[in-house]
Structures are given as structure tokens and as C-alpha cells.
């Protein structure tokens, strides 16, 4: 019987190696593939730089929406900036005047 008993805590000592070594390697393998394993790194470091050009971008949008509202201020509206957007809005010019439109470049 202790032979028995020996052989039967020997096959589940190994059954519990091979369980510890199969989630050793699971873990492994995430670490290496998983979604924040090294793989993944240069798809993050990607992602993050597009998404910094991203706010440098917004950041120099917002400025000049800034700037515009500050031009527009209602107790001490821009002349320039009053005059342009009358001008477009109303399509007010004077008889000696030339108007070049443009093409929006944005």
C-alpha cells in the first residue's frame, strides 16, 4: 500500500509541475503577445505619437479660435476683423473697390 500511495503522490507532484509549468508558460507567452505584452509596445508607442500630433494640432486650432474671440470682443471689436467679416457676410464693398476671392486652403 505505501508503494501505491508513494506512486500516486508521485504522479500528482507531477501533474502539479506540469500545471505550474503550463501557466508559466501561458503567462509567458501574454507577456511577450499578450494586448500589453512587448509586441503591442510599438503599436502603443505609434498610437500615442499619432495622438500627441493630434493635440499639438487641436492646440494651434484653439489658439487662433482665441485669438478670433479676442478680436471679437464686444466692447472693443478688431476694425480689420469687423470690416473683413461685414464685408463677406454682407457682401457690402465699395464701387471702387476689387474683391479677389480665394480658394479656402484648410
Do not use: C
Request: hydrophobic fraction near 45%; charge should be negative.
Amino acid at each position: 500500500m505505501n508503494r501505491a500511495h508513494s506512486q500516486k503522490a508521485e504522479r500528482r507532484l507531477d501533474l502539479v509541475q506540469w500545471g505550474a509549468l503550463v501557466w508559466l508558460l501561458i503567462l509567458a507567452g501574454l507577456a511577450f503577445a499578450g494586448p500589453y505584452g512587448g509586441l503591442a509596445w510599438a503599436e502603443n508607442l505609434a498610437v500615442l505619437h499619432d495622438r500627441e500630433d493630434r493635440i499639438a494640432t487641436l492646440k494651434e486650432e484653439q489658439a487662433v479660435l482665441a485669438n478670433r474671440v479676442e478680436l471679437l470682443d464686444p466692447d472693443n471689436v478688431d476694425p480689420d476683423l469687423g470690416s473683413e467679416l461685414v464685408r463677406r457676410n454682407l457682401g457690402v464693398a465699395h464701387p471702387d473697390e476689387y474683391v479677389i476671392e480665394l480658394e479656402n486652403l484648410q
